[in-house]
C-alpha cells in the first residue's frame, strides 16, 4: 500500500489547509471586526486555491491510479478501499473545475457576505443585485464544468448531497408538497396555542447556560467543541478534536437559542462522531447535507420538541427562570413551542411549514440557474410564491428574499435541497433507532441520551463519509429514503396537539 501511504500524506495536507480556511471562516463571522473583511478575502482564496491545487495535482492523479490497483481486491466496504473511491469522486469533481474559478468564488462569496450583512438589516436588496448577479454566474460556471447533466443544477446538488439530481429531488418534493398541504392547512385552521410563555425577557447568560446543560446531556463534547456567539448560526470543524457551534440570543424570546443550540449540536455529534482514524482524509466529514440535517433535526426537533424531552427538563427551566415559568403549566409549555403557523422566516419556522420555506427555495435556484428567472426580479419572484404558498404579504426584502445567508455567501444551488431531506431523514432514523431500541423514549423522560446517541453513532456518524448518503439510510433503516415515516411522525405529534380529524389524516396520505 506505498501509494496508498503516500496519497495519505497529501489528502492530510489538503484537509489542513481546507479546515485552516474553515477557522477564518469561523472568525469572519463570529468575532472579525468589519475592517478585516478585504484581506479575510484575499486569505480565504489563497487557502482555497492552495488545496484545489494541491488535489488536482497530476501526481494525485497517478497516486490515485496505482492506489485503485492496490485497493482492487479488497471488498468495498474496507476502509482503504472506501478511501480510494471517495478520493477519486472528489478528485474527479475538482479536476474538472479551474483553480482561477475556485479562487473567484471564495473571494466574491466573502466580499458578498460582508456585503449581506450591512444590507439585510437595511432592506437594501439593490446593492445586493449585481453582487448576486455574478454569484449566480460563477454558480453556472462552476455548473458548466461538468458535462455530465441533465439540469445546471445537478453538479451543484452533487456537491452537498451526492446522489441526488434536480430531478430526483422534484419529484420527492412535489409528493411531499401533495401530503403535507393538507395537513398544514387542517392545522392552520385551527385556533393556534397561546404561545406569549415564550416571550418573555430572559438575559442572554443565563439563555446560553440552559442551553449548554443540555447539549452536554445530549453528550456534546465540550473537550472537542465551544459555542460562540454569531448572526446566522452554524456548525463548523477545524479537526476531529475540535468541532464548534454558534449561536444567537434573543433575549425577549426565551427559547429561540436554545432550540438554535439543539440544531447546531445535532450536526456536531455526528462531527464528533466519527472515527477518529478517519482524521485528515475525505472520510472524516459528514456523507450529505441531507443526512447531516437529519441529526440537526433530530436533536432539535424530534427529541428537542417531544413532550418526553419537556417531563424531564422543564422543571430544571421552570427553576432557571422562575418568575417567567413558575406558573406556566408543562402542558402549556409544550403546545407554545409546538405552535404551527404561517410565518415569514424560515429559520423561525416551525417543523411543519418549514418545508414550504425551503420549496420556495430550491425552486427559485433552479429557476435562476435554468434561466426562467432573473436576478432583477428575484425580489418580486419571491414575494408573488411566498404569498401563494403562505396567503401571507411579504412587508419587506428583509424579511423576504434578503433573509438567508446561502446565496449571498456560496453558489446558488444545491444549498437548500438539504434541509428537507434532512427532515424527511430525522424521522426515519428515529424509527430504526427505536425499532432496535423500544426504550428510547422512555429514556428521554429520564434524560438519557445514550442508547440513542450510541445507535446513531454505530449506524451514520462513526462512518463519516465512507458511505454515500443512499448506502447510509439503506444500512442503517433497511431501506431507501421514505417520506412514509416523516408523515407519519408529523401527524402522530400533531394530531393530538390540534385535534385532527380521521378524515384529515386521509388528506395527507398517513397510513
Ligand atoms: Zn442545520
Redo the contacts with the bound molecule.
Keep these: 500500500m506505498k501509494s496508498l501511504a503516500e496519497l495519505r500524506k497529501i489528502l492530510f495536507e489538503i484537509y489542513d489547509l481546507k479546515h485552516a480556511g474553515a477557522l477564518l471562516s469561523w472568525d469572519q463571522t463570529t468575532y472579525m471586526p468589519p475592517g478585516g473583511a478585504p484581506a479575510r478575502g484575499r486569505q480565504l482564496a489563497l487557502l482555497s486555491r492552495l488545496a484545489h491545487e494541491r488535489f488536482t495535482a497530476p501526481e494525485v492523479g497517478r497516486l490515485l491510479d496505482a492506489a485503485e490497483r492496490e485497493v482492487a481486491s479488497l471488498p468495498a466496504d474496507s476502509d482503504d478501499a472506501a478511501l480510494v473511491r471517495v478520493t477519486r469522486r472528489e478528485f474527479e469533481q475538482s479536476v474538472l473545475i479551474p483553480t482561477e474559478l475556485v479562487s473567484a468564488l471564495s473571494e466574491h462569496s466573502a466580499e458578498s457576505y460582508q456585503a449581506w450583512t450591512l444590507a439585510r438589516p437595511a432592506n437594501d436588496f439593490a446593492t445586493m443585485r449585481p453582487i448576486l448577479e455574478k454569484t449566480l454566474d460563477l454558480s453556472r460556471r462552476i455548473a458548466e464544468c461538468f458535462p455530465d447533466r441533465e439540469s445546471i443544477a445537478d453538479p451543484l446538488i452533487a456537491f452537498s448531497d451526492y446522489g441526488m439530481k434536480a430531478a430526483s429531488v422534484r419529484a420527492v418534493f412535489d409528493e411531499l408538497r401533495t401530503r403535507l398541504v393538507p395537513i398544514v392547512r387542517a392545522i392552520t385552521s385551527r385556533t393556534p396555542p397561546d404561545a406569549s410563555c415564550l416571550a418573555q425577557h430572559a438575559t442572554a447568560s443565563e439563555q446560553l447556560d440552559f442551553g449548554l446543560g443540555v447539549i452536554r446531556k445530549y453528550g456534546y463534547d465540550f473537550d472537542r467543541g465551544r459555542q460562540d456567539m454569531t448572526h446566522h448560526p452554524?456548525?463548523t470543524k477545524f479537526s476531529l478534536g475540535d468541532v464548534r457551534i454558534t449561536t444567537r440570543v434573543r433575549e425577549e424570546d426565551m427559547t429561540d437559542a436554545l432550540f438554535s443550540t439543539l440544531?447546531?449540536c445535532?450536526?456536531a455529534l455526528y462531527e464528533q462522531g466519527i472515527r477518529m482514524d478517519f482524521e485528515g482524509t475525505p472520510l472524516a466529514n459528514g456523507t450529505s447535507s441531507g443526512v447531516?440535517?437529519s441529526q440537526?433535526?433530530l436533536w432539535e426537533n424530534i427529541v428537542g420538541r417531544s413532550r418526553g424531552m419537556w417531563e424531564h427538563f422543564y422543571p430544571s427551566l421552570q427553576a432557571a427562570f422562575p418568575s417567567q415559568l413558575s406558573k406556566v403549566p408543562l402542558d402549556t409549555f409544550y403546545r407554545a413551542i409546538n405552535r404551527v403557523d404561517r410565518s415569514l422566516i424560515r429559520v423561525d419556522a416551525d417543523e411543519v411549514t418549514y418545508n414550504l420555506h425551503v420549496m420556495l427555495r430550491f425552486g427559485l435556484e433552479l429557476d435562476l440557474l435554468e434561466g426562467r428567472v432573473e436576478v432583477k426580479d428575484l425580489a418580486n419572484v419571491w414575494r408573488e410564491r411566498f404569498e401563494a404558498d403562505f396567503g401571507l404579504p411579504v412587508p419587506d426584502d428583509r424579511r423576504g428574499v434578503l433573509q438567508d445567508v446561502h446565496w449571498y455567501s456560496g453558489v446558488i444551488g444545491g444549498v437548500f435541497q438539504g434541509?428537507t431531506l434532512?427532515n424527511i431523514l430525522s424521522a426515519q432514523f428515529f424509527d430504526a433507532a427505536c425499532a432496535a431500541h423500544p426504550g428510547i423514549p422512555s429514556d428521554i423522560v429520564a434524560g438519557k441520551f445514550d442508547v440513542l446517541r450510541g445507535w446513531l453513532s454505530e449506524n451514520v456518524y462513526q462512518h463519516g463519509s465512507k458511505f454515500t448518503a443512499d448506502e447510509v439510510v439503506r444500512r442503517a433503516t433497511g431501506k431507501p429514503l421514505s417520506l412514509d415515516p416523516y408523515l407519519a411522525y408529523l401527524w402522530g405529534k400533531y394530531q393530538p396537539l390540534y385535534g385532527l380529524r380521521e378524515e384529515e389524516r386521509t388528506a395527507a396520505g398517513v397510513a
Design positions: 452554524f456548525m440544531h447546531e445535532g450536526h447531516h440535517e440537526s433535526r434541509y434532512g
